[in-house]
C-alpha cells in the first residue's frame, strides 16, 4: 500500500513504507530480481500543521508525479461494483550501489475513462471508509497481479506480501491458475507462489469487510463460497487469513512479534526474520566519510560495520558533532512549537520522533513532572526534540501530540522542549543522526519491531527503550545503549507504566546524564558499539539475505 523512496514523494504514511523502501533499495544493492508494487496516492498522505494551540491540522500534498515517474502506456483494468475500472502505471527506478537496478510501479486510476469516484481511488493513503479501502485494495491486488503480467512480468516466482493490504491478488492468482491448469492443485499451487509478513501484533489492526461488500465489489468472477472456515469469520473476509492460509512461508518481523504471532495465529507456523535499515540511506555524511576511511565498501557489506571498533573515540565523537550541528542548526531556524529559545550543540540532547498514538507512549517521560525537573536542576543542560503525527482519525494521538507541546512551554524554564512539523525521511535523518540519545517508550508487547533505533545506531546514537520489538535482541545493557523497565507481556497495567517510568528517570539520572557529562568518552564508547554490533546487523542487508534463503526459495 505504501513504498518511501524519496523525501519529495508522499508515496508513505510511516514505517511500513520506509521498510518497502529499504528492502528494495537492498534488493538493488545485491542484484537480487525484485519488484515492487504499490498504489499511487496523488494527495499524499498528508501534510501536518500544528497550531499555536498544538492541535494538528491535516493539508494535503499536491506533487508534480512526472517530476519523479516515469508514465507507463500500457494498461490493465478491474471489476468493481460491476464497473471496468482502468489502471495504468507509473516507473521508478532504484539503481544500487553495483549499478543494479529494481523498479517500482505505482497503480493509477485517475483516467477519463474511469467514474469520479473511481479516479478518487489513487488520492489518499488509508484515506476514506471502509468501501473505499476495499476498491483500493482491488486496485492494489488484483489490478496489481494483471499490470505486472501485462508489464511482462510472466515468471515471478514469489509474491511477498507486507500486512493484508494486498491479499486480494491471490484470489486472482487462484483464477489465473484454473484458467491455465483446472481445478487439480491450482491452491497448492498458489501456495507455493506466496509468501506473508505480518508487522501488526494487535487483532484490530487487520483489515476485515463484510462477505456482502466483498460480493457486491467484486461480484460473481471472486467466490467466498466454500471458504468460511479459512479466513472469513462472523460473515467478515479477514485480510490477514486470507494471506496466512494461502502463503507458503509466514513471518513476524522481531523474534518476540513472531512469539506472539504464533499465539495470535495458533495453528500457522510463523517464523521470525527481524526488521532493518538500508544502512547506506540512514548513515550521516560525517560517519559515511569516517566508515569509508576505517571501513571501506562497508555500504555493500553491512557486516564490515563491526570493524567501527577500530576507530577512534574523538573520530566517533567529531563525527557525531557535525551532525549534531546540522540537527541544531535546523531546529533553531525551522518552524516550530517550543519556546523562543535557541537549542545548544553542547547540551544534552534526546531525540523522540514517531507515528503518534497511544501505545507509543511519548508523554511517558513526564509521567513524574516534579522529578523530571529535579533532573533537569541536578544537571542544568537537557533538550529534547519531539516529532511525528497522528493518524487523522486518532484523536487520542493528536491529544499526546498537543500535551507535550502545553508541557514543553509549561516547562520551558527548566527544559527546553520543541515538537517539530511535518515528520518526514529528511527530518528523520537529521534526528537519528543529531540526537545524543533516543528514546522509544512503546507498550510492552505492542510493538512489532520498530526501526529508528536502528537508524540511529548506524549514527552511533544509543537508544533508551522500554524492552519490546527489536529492542529485546538489540539491548546490551549499558554497551548498545540502556533498557527501560523488564520484558514483560502485560498490557497497560498501572503498575507497569510507573515502574517504566521510574526506570526511565533512573537511567537518566545514574547512569546516563552523568556518563555524557562526566565521562564523556566512555559514553562515545557506548556510541562506537551502537554502531558495530547494532548498525551491523539490524540492516536490510541481512534481512534481505534471510528472506531469500528461508523464504524465497
Known amino acids: ?8 514523494m508522499p508515496t508513505y504514511a510511516g514505517g511500513l513504507g520506509i521498510l518497502a523502501g529499504d528492502t528494495l533499495r537492498s534488493a538493488a544493492d545485491m542484484n537480487i530480481p525484485m519488484v515492487g508494487v504499490s498504489l499511487l496516492p496523488r494527495r499524499g498522505y498528508f501534510r501536518q500543521q500544528l497550531g499555536h494551540d498544538g492541535w494538528q491540522q491535516e493539508a494535503h500534498v499536491d506533487w508534480i508525479i512526472e517530476d519523479y515517474l516515469e508514465e507507463i502506456e500500457s494498461r490493465t483494468s478491474v471489476n468493481i461494483e460491476g464497473r471496468t475500472v482502468i489502471i495504468r502505471a507509473w516507473k521508478y527506478c532504484l539503481s544500487g550501489g553495483g549499478g543494479d537496478k529494481v523498479f517500482v510501479y505505482f497503480l493509477d486510476t485517475n483516467l477519463p475513462e474511469n467514474s469520479a469516484f473511481d479516479r478518487s481511488l489513487a488520492d489518499f493513503l488509508y484515506g476514506g471508509d471502509s468501501h473505499y479501502r476495499l476498491c483500493q485494495e482491488v486496485v492494489l491486488g488484483i489490478g496489481g497481479v494483471r499490470m505486472l503480467k501485462v ?8 509474491f511477498h506480501l507486507n500486512e493484508g493490504h494486498a491479499s486480494l491478488l491471490i484470489l486472482e492468482l487462484l483464477e489465473q491458475k484454473r484458467k491455465l491448469d483446472g481445478d487439480a492443485q491450482v491452491e497448492q499451487m498458489v501456495r507455493d507462489l506466496c ?22 465489489v467484486l461480484g460473481p468472477e471472486y467466490s467466498m463460497a466454500g471458504c468460511e472456515d479459512h479466513f472469513c469469520f462472523n460473515n467478515k473476509l479477514n485480510m490477514t487469513y486470507l494471506a496466512l492460509a494461502n502463503s507458503r512461508y509466514i513471518n513476524g518481523v522481531a523474534k518476540k512479534h513472531s512469539q506472539l504471532s504464533r499465539q495470535m495465529y495458533a495453528g500457522y507456523r510463523v517464523d521470525s526474520i527481524t526488521n532493518g535499515v538500508h544502512a547506506a540511506t540512514w548513515t550521516s555524511q560525517p560517519m559515511q566519510r569516517l566508515f569509508d576511511e576505517y571501513m571501506p565498501g562497508w555500504q555493500m557489506d553491512n557486516l564490515s560495520l563491526r570493524g567501527a571498533l577500530n576507530i577512534p573515540t574523538s573520530s566517533i565523537q567529531q563525527a557525531h558533532q557535525s551532525a549534531k550541528k546540522a540537527l541544531i542548526e535546523y531546529v533553531n531556524n525551522s518552524s516550530h512549537t517550543g519556546p523562543d529559545k ?26 513524574d513532572i516534579d522529578r523530571l525537573k529535579k533532573i533537569c536542576a541536578k544537571f542544568v543542560r537537557l533538550q529534547i526534540i519531539f516529532s511525528g503525527k497522528a493518524h487523522p482519525q486518532d484523536r487520542e494521538g493528536k491529544l499526546l501530540i498537543q500535551k507535550i ?20 525521511i529528511a ?3 537529521l534526528l537519528t543522526s543529531g540526537c545524543d540519545l533516543w528514546l522509544n517508550t512503546p507498550q510492552p508487547p505492542l510493538e512489532a519491531s520498530g526501526t529508528s533505533g536502528m537508524k540511529a545506531a548506524l549514527n552511533g546514537v544509543p537508544s533508551l527503550s522500554t524492552m519490546d520489538g527489536w529492542w529485546l535482541e538489540g539491548c546490551i545493557e549499558g554497551v548498545t545503549g540502556w533498557g527501560i523497565g523488564v520484558p514483560s507481556t502485560l498490557q497497560n ?41 547494532n548498525g551491523s546487523y539490524f540492516n536490510t542487508e541481512r534481512m534481505l ?3 531469500v534463503t528461508k523464504a524465497y526459495y
Open 1 to 8: 500500500m505504501e513504498i518511501s523512496l524519496q523525501s519529495g
Open 342 to 367: 535557541k537549542m545548544d550543540e553542547e547540551t544534552f540532547t534526546i531525540g523522540f520522533a514517531r507515528r503518534s498514538t497511544v501505545y507509543k507512549r511519548p508523554d511517558l517521560l513526564f509521567t
Open 427 to 429: 527530518l528523520a535523518k
Open 493 to 533: 497495567a498501572p503498575t507497569q507504566y510507573l515502574q517504566e517510568a521510574g526506570s526511565l528517570y533512573d537511567k537518566l539520572e545514574q547512569i546516563i546524564l552523568p556518563l555524557y557529562y562526566q565521562d564523556q568518552e566512555d559514553y562515545v564508547d557506548v556510541m562506537r558499539h551502537a554502531i558495530a554490533l
Open 151 to 158: 508489464l511482462g512480468y510472466n515468471q515471478l516466482q514469489r
Open 405 to 424: 507541546i502545553g508541557l514543553g512551554h509549561k516547562l520551558n524554564r527548566h527544559i527546553n522542549i520543541v515538537y517539530l512539523n511535518n515528520y518526514d
Open 545 to 547: 539475505n534471510q528472506y
Open 195 to 216: 509468501v506473508f509478513t505480518t508487522h501488526t501484533p494487535v487483532p484490530a489492526g487487520h483489515d476485515q469487510f463484510p462477505l456482502s461488500m466483498i460480493a457486491s
